[in-house]
């Protein structure tokens, strides 16, 4: 492995907070950032370095925050600026940076570059955003789709043409190849980072640099030079931590974006793990089982890809996608066992874990009985769009209940007390009724808790730079149960075995293993102390041994 520039975010981990969904301080349903601050002390016991924040930016909350309407100020209902900025203050005074949700791939509808937009072809901010005129037809310009249903075009009555729209109708597209609209974005940027932001999470920045007329919405071929024109004009100076999310990235891009030498980002979210268990046709609302050796050809080939050059952000879970321990661990009788293997998993590859709010209490995926209840606008739109196309109520739910957003946006489950302990009101979501056994509260009290295990991997990350630095090779690839590798860093090496299902196991014992100075660094059973004839292992047993 070639030496690499040793970055001060490398052995950090990210706690993700949505904070509509954390903790509401002040009794509306809605979660604040007063309720956020309220938490920082539950933060820093947990060990983490970085909060990425959601956006709380002013919004009229079409796509809850990710529809900006100003991005120098706070929506009302998560409090103020001088809010968010105590809350920087506070959380740097933990060691705790904050990463700011930089969603600048379209704004809201109400944002008002776009309401001066619509006022005329001649206006100075038409071409913030992307208009062509109507098809032949009268139609939409062509048949692009939004990823929230529907077209991907909105017509505007007043000037007779349309605008794009990759997501709802109330997130137009802004036109990147404007330099206009680079300059304020970076301006925009500056203002956050002399705030002492820590970085930021980018928003389908992969979209950033579409090509509109040839329908090449991802990976435009300007995005590379977008990239490095902001890098340089705004965090690239600062040493930040930047994470773009990136569904269309492969390996290849992969190292475009995160090649230290270009200048680009830190690295990127890629979601091909994550993809594993959608249908290929219908995605992710017709689900297949999770298949294991599919997931780990897909790890290991991310792991691999970037080992020499670039670098892997890790995660199970955010706010998009369903529970962790309900999509890849089992959520029933072994949930505990199999959220730690989890947790063990995420934090010995090489890479920046991301937490997702509630994954360290292996929180699960709910199950509302009536469509009323879901509140996301993706599964409400899909809901319509593909129940009108032939899928019937109850195929959509399973779809929802497996794939769908809200599943990972219940409110935060604090303690047993009415609504968990995250408001005193009525929450904007349903709670997830099993909060009387899944808590924090609970989870502090509790030893053994999954908590504690999070708390001790995200420590060991600092202890160990072997789980930062050292190199990873898949063992047993063929194996359907088992996900095991080595690290090897300096001279020492690092064994790491997951049983990813329910059934006790018989390995033989890796070659790997004759090198055990006797460590076991990590279990979610009894620790293993010996060197045995042959490794058995318990329902998803994981351990790391050193
Ligand atoms: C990705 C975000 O994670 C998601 O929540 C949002 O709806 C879309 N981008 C549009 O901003």
Redesign the pocket.
């Known amino acids: 492995m070639k030496a690499i520039d040793k970055k001060w975010w490398h052995n950090a981990v990210v706690y993700q907070i949505y904070p509509r969904s954390f903790m509401d301080a002040n009794g509306d349903g809605v979660g604040d950032l007063a309720g956020i601050i309220s938490k920082l002390d539950y933060l820093q016991q947990l060990g983490i370095n970085l909060i990425w924040l ?1 956006p709380v930016y002013k919004s009229p909350m079409d ?2 925050g ?2 900006i309407s100003d991005y120098d100020d706070i929506a009302a209902e998560f409090g103020t600026m001088a809010e968010m900025e105590q809350l920087i203050t506070e959380a740097k005074a933990r060691n705790i940076y904050i990463l700011m ?1 930089l ?1 600048v ?2 704004t809201s509808d109400e944002h008002p570059w776009f309401l001066e937009a619509k006022k005329g072809k001649d206006n100075p901010y038409r071409e913030f955003y992307i208009w062509r005129k109507p098809a032949p037809d009268g139609g939409p310009p062509n048949d692009y789709r939004s ?2 249903g529907g077209s991907g075009w909105a017509y505007d009555e007043a000037s007779g043409e349309y605008y794009l729209h ?3 109708v109330r ?1 137009p597209d802004l036109n990147w190849e404007n330099p206009r609209v680079q300059e304020e974005i970076h301006a925009m940027m500056n203002r956050w980072l002399d705030k002492g932001i820590g970085g930021f999470r980018m ?2 920045i992969d979209l950033i640099g579409k090509e509109v007329d040839r329908q090449i919405m991802a990976n435009g071929k300007h995005l590379h030079v977008l990239l490095r024109q902001m890098n340089a004009a705004t965090f690239g100076p600062r040493d930040s931590l930047t994470v773009g ?1 990136a569904w269309s990235a492969t390996p290849e891009d992969a190292l475009l974006y995160s090649d230290p030498e270009r200048q680009e980002l830190s690295m990127v979210f890629q979601f091909e793990h994550i993809k594993q268990t959608w249908d290929e046709k219908a995605g992710k609302w017709r689900s297949r089982p999770f298949d294991l050796p599919r997931f780990k050809a897909v790890i290991d080939k991310w792991q691999t890809a970037l080992a020499d050059r670039g670098w892997n952000s890790l995660f199970w879970s ?3 996608l369903p529970r962790a321990v309900s999509k890849f661990g089992n959520d029933g009788e072994f949930r505990e066992v199999s959220a730690k293997m989890l947790a063990t998993a995420l934090h010995c590859l090489r890479g920046t874990p991301y937490i997702y709010q509630g994954e360290e209490i292996g929180m699960t995926n709910v199950r509302y009985s009536t469509i009323e209840e879901y509140r996301d ?2 599964s409400l739109n899909f809901y319509r769009e593909l129940i009108a196309g032939g899928l019937t109520h109850d195929e959509m739910m399973t779809g929802i209940y497996a794939n769908g ?1 809200d599943n990972a946006r219940t409110p935060m489950q604090w303690d047993d007390s009415p609504n968990s302990g995250f408001t005193t009101g009525m929450p904007w979501l349903g709670v997830n009724p099993n909060y009387r056994d899944i808590n924090v509260a609970q989870a502090l009290a509790e030893p053994d808790s999954i908590l504690w295990h999070y708390q001790k991997l995200v420590a060991l990350r600092k202890q160990h730079p072997i789980l930062v630095y050292g190199d990873y090779q898949m063992l047993f690839a063929e194996h359907p149960e088992i996900f095991a590798w080595v690290r090897r860093y300096e001279g020492d090496t690092l064994l790491v075995v997951n049983n990813f299902f329910g059934n006790h196991i018989t390995l033989p014992v890796p070659e790997a293993m004759q090198a055990w100075h006797g460590e076991c660094l990590i279990s979610n059973y009894a620790p293993r102390d010996q060197l045995a004839v042959s490794l058995e292992l318990q329902p998803y047993e994981s351990f790391a041994l050193l």
Do not use: L, M, P, T
Request: overall charge negative; cysteine-free; glycine content about 0%.
């Open positions: 959601s796509d809850n990710y529809d949700d969603v791939n379209h990823h929230f990759q997501f709802s997130q928003d389908v999310e955010n706010h998009d606008i993706e957003r």
